[in-house]
């Protein structure tokens, strides 16, 4: 005998299933581009942030990063964008990247300062002086030498004045001396340097470089010449 099984009211209806609500569903938020190029150019500024030359360009890598990175920072903080760990990494980046350009520009500068200064003191050239002509030995006045082309340079160990003396004579100089006083830039003597040669012919020439053991010359005069 067939049983008249009630159906259920679901079944009956398809309002249950109508009126069930359905999940919403979200898509997950994008990952700030703006911190992306900045984590990009942040590592690039930082890694050419010590070549000379070179980090100026670094430079504008980084501060251009840098506001890309703040900007993709306040779009993670806001909820608008997702990765805000990155677009922190990225502001540190780019201003670790700035702070080190201007470090060590500073720090070349400052030594390319230094080195201009050094070659100024090693090579201080003298106004070109006039030949200077005297007597050698107690030769008469017609019995002469010239000095020509006379320079000063100077290191931190010595001053070297350098010339050539020339020989006018019609005869052999045995042995030649010469000296030069050396004054600072306040006028008040400091040394002396000296030079000699030997054999000097009739009519030779000699280049002679005095040498004195004195730094911090500012000038220098001729104090004597001797010869035999």
């Known amino acids: 005998m067939a049983q008249n099984i009630p159906a259920h009211p679901q079944w009956e209806s398809t309002d249950f299933q109508q009126n069930q609500p359905y999940p919403s569903y979200r898509e997950p938020l994008a990952r700030s581009g703006m911190a992306v190029a900045g984590l990009v150019l942040g590592i690039i500024a930082l890694a050419t942030s010590f070549l000379p030359i070179v980090n100026n360009l670094s430079f504008i890598l980084a501060l251009v990063g840098l506001v890309l990175a703040i900007v993709g920072t306040v779009a993670t903080v806001r909820g608008k964008k997702r990765g805000k760990g990155m677009a922190v990494v990225s502001v540190v980046l780019n201003a670790l990247a700035l702070v080190i350009v201007l470090a060590t520009q500073s720090m070349y500068g400052a030594a390319i300062d230094e080195a201009m200064v050094s070659s100024d003191e090693v090579a201080v050239e003298a106004p070109a002086a006039s ?5 050698v030995g107690g030769a008469s006045d017609e019995e002469k030498y010239v000095i020509e082309g006379v320079e000063m340079t100077t290191d931190e160990f010595s001053t070297t004045i350098s010339g050539t003396l020339t020989n006018t004579t019609d005869k052999e100089v045995g042995y030649i001396q010469l ?3 050396l004054y600072d830039a306040n006028g ?5 340097a000296f030079a000699n040669t030997n054999n000097l012919g009739a009519g030779g020439v000699w280049k002679f470089e005095a040498i004195g053991l004195e730094e911090n010359v500012a000038d220098y005069k001729l ?3 001797t010869g035999f």
Do not use: F, K, L
């Open 179 to 181: 000296s030069y006083t």
């Open 131 to 135: 030949a200077e002509t005297g007597s």
């Open 188 to 192: 008040a003597q400091v040394g002396t």
């Open 223 to 225: 104090a004597d010449v």
